[in-house]
């Protein structure tokens, strides 16, 4: 493939993901960020984001990606000034565990591969973990091969990564749009400016619609709340102590993790939330509070008795299906579309680059297919139950 002048829309996970990638192949790259990197703004940013494989039932690319990427984020933060990968376990409390349960499935999948999942019994369960009110009428699974990513700490690194391998990363640099012609492609920045580039991706996050209108109506955006909070005990909390959990009720999938380095624990309800505008207000609403900490008093106790520190809006930008779009814009064959990450996206940063690569150099890809666009958004928009995020959105 020959040298090509890339542009790309956004320094959220996958658009410094795809920098790496690229410059590794040897590409020029120029990346272009309307915040600061990390953007407060991006989804990508966060104290922390999960790595788990069992959401995926028996989706052989999911699965194999996921397992890459915990590789290579062992392997990245060798590179990195402190880790940001943590691999710290995860139970998860599950009301139905019949034979037609999504996550019974994708467990005796990944036990099929050779994973050590357990099946606990309850007693088991309040024995291993005392912090958690443990039901009889639950079945507790635990998969000690789960983790979590300190996500806006490991996109700062990355950047650092993309830089030292000669990407240009251009922060507070607004994308007004994005063009082409049969010879090259356009970007114009807000000040008017205007870039010539070989080829562009758009990993623009929430904002993707701005720039390729076609997917706009195919996309909901949606506030997803979470809550940071300073347990009274945290040595009960810390790692090795407690580590990841989450709890499915009626109403959605509670989750949370340890003790992370701010001395703080995150919580947060994977439950589909309002449509909003990406340019909300990234603040927390008192409602979720009191909705947060009601569910912690009655299943976390000691959680539900910390004082609660922040709330924090992140945003999910959703497809009909749950996938991710790895894909050339409708009509286009030189902007490419990187990125909807549904919830479930960030966990896959330090494995996604070479799918995006190889869209980019058109190369086949098998773990890329199920990211194009085909008719995917034919029907617009996907209608969402709030109590309802599907099987692959379950962030916990």
């Not at 912090?131 to 699974?141: E, I, K, N």
Request: contains cysteine; charged residues 25%; proline residues 5%.
């Amino acid at each position: 493939m020959f040298r090509m002048k890339l542009g790309i829309v956004g320094a959220g996970v996958f658009g410094i993901a795809a920098a790496i990638e690229l410059a590794e192949r040897s590409h020029e790259v120029t990346v272009f960020e309307r915040g600061s990197v990390p953007s407060a703004q991006a989804s990508s940013t966060d104290v922390s984001k999960v790595i788990r494989r069992w959401a995926y039932g028996d989706n052989e690319t999911y699965v194999e990606l996921v397992e890459r990427a915990a590789i290579n984020w062992a392997r990245w933060q060798q590179e990195f000034e402190s880790p940001v990968y943590h691999k710290v376990g995860q139970v998860r409390a599950l009301p139905h565990w019949g034979p037609e349960s999504p996550m019974r499935r994708s467990v005796e999948y990944l036990q099929g591969r050779g994973a050590s999942i357990e099946i606990l019994t309850t007693a088991q369960a309040r024995k291993r973990f005392p912090r958690l009110v443990v039901l009889d009428s639950d079945t507790h699974v635990y998969d000690r091969w789960a983790g979590y990513v300190e996500s806006g700490l490991a996109v700062e690194y990355m950047a650092r990564m993309a830089r030292d391998r000669g990407v240009r990363i251009l922060a507070n640099t607004g994308v007004r749009s994005v063009d082409e012609s049969p010879e090259s492609s356009q970007m114009m920045l807000d000040d008017g400016t205007e870039h010539t580039f070989d080829r562009i991706v758009v990993a623009a996050g929430a904002w993707v619609g701005r720039l390729v209108p076609e997917l706009i109506q195919g996309l909901t955006i949606t506030r997803q709340q979470m809550m940071i909070i300073a347990p009274d005990r945290p040595e009960f909390f810390a790692p090795g102590a407690m580590g990841m959990w989450s709890i499915e009720v009626a109403s959605g999938q509670w989750y949370g993790f340890p003790l992370l380095r701010s001395g703080y624990v995150k919580v947060a309800d994977d439950a589909t939330g309002e449509q909003i505008d990406p340019d909300v207000d990234r603040g927390g609403t008192p409602e979720f509070a009191r909705r947060a900490m009601g569910f912690l008093r009655e299943r976390v106790p000691e959680l539900g008795a910390g004082r609660l520190v922040a709330g924090r809006t992140c945003l999910y930008t959703n497809t009909p299906d749950d996938h991710f779009v790895i894909d050339w814009a409708p009509g286009s064959s030189r902007v490419l579309v990187a990125g909807c990450g549904t919830s479930h996206g960030f966990k896959f940063g330090s494995s996604i680059g070479p799918v995006i690569a190889d869209a980019i150099e058109d190369r086949d890809n098998p773990l890329g297919r199920l990211f194009r666009l085909g008719d995917r958004f034919a029907g617009g928009a996907a209608a969402r139950d709030p109590r309802d995020k599907g099987f692959l959105h379950s962030a916990g």
